[in-house]
């Protein structure tokens, strides 16, 4: 059965950074794209990250560009997500998935395993 697990959210105020972390289990890991996405309230699910099988490729999107890093290690099969310059607007709930693929996909709908999800609130 694959488990994904979030860590390393909170409450951070605007301009700080903070680091999720997501562990893997149940899973060959290195066979799956890792992506992160997010759900501020009454929003729609939206994809923040992505990034290849053997972490050759990343894929951003464009709210976050520049602000966030996506990476991977294999070994601990884990995926991170660095946040720096953190918005009030980055505030969601922010969730790792795991798709089978050699391709990144941005539609959360294509990933097959996702984690609970870990709240980033960003004050002004």
């Known amino acids: 059965q694959a488990q994904l697990v979030e860590s390393g959210g909170g409450l951070v105020q605007a301009g700080g950074s903070l680091r999720l972390s997501c562990a893997a289990s149940?899973?060959?890991?290195?066979?799956?794209?890792m992506g992160w996405f997010r759900q501020a309230p009454g929003k729609e699910r939206e994809f923040v990250a992505a990034?290849?099988?053997?972490?050759?490729?990343?894929h951003y999107a464009d709210a976050v560009k520049g602000r966030f890093t996506i990476s991977r290690d294999n070994a601990k099969n884990t995926v991170s997500l660095q946040m720096n310059s953190l918005k009030p607007e980055d505030t969601a709930v922010y969730s790792c998935a795991a798709k089978r693929s050699p391709i990144l996909f941005t539609a959360p709908s294509l990933y097959d395993h996702w984690g609970q999800g870990a709240q980033v609130t960003v004050s002004s």
């Open positions: 149940g899973l060959t890991f290195s066979n799956y794209a």
């Open positions: 990034i290849t099988q053997n972490g050759g490729r990343e």
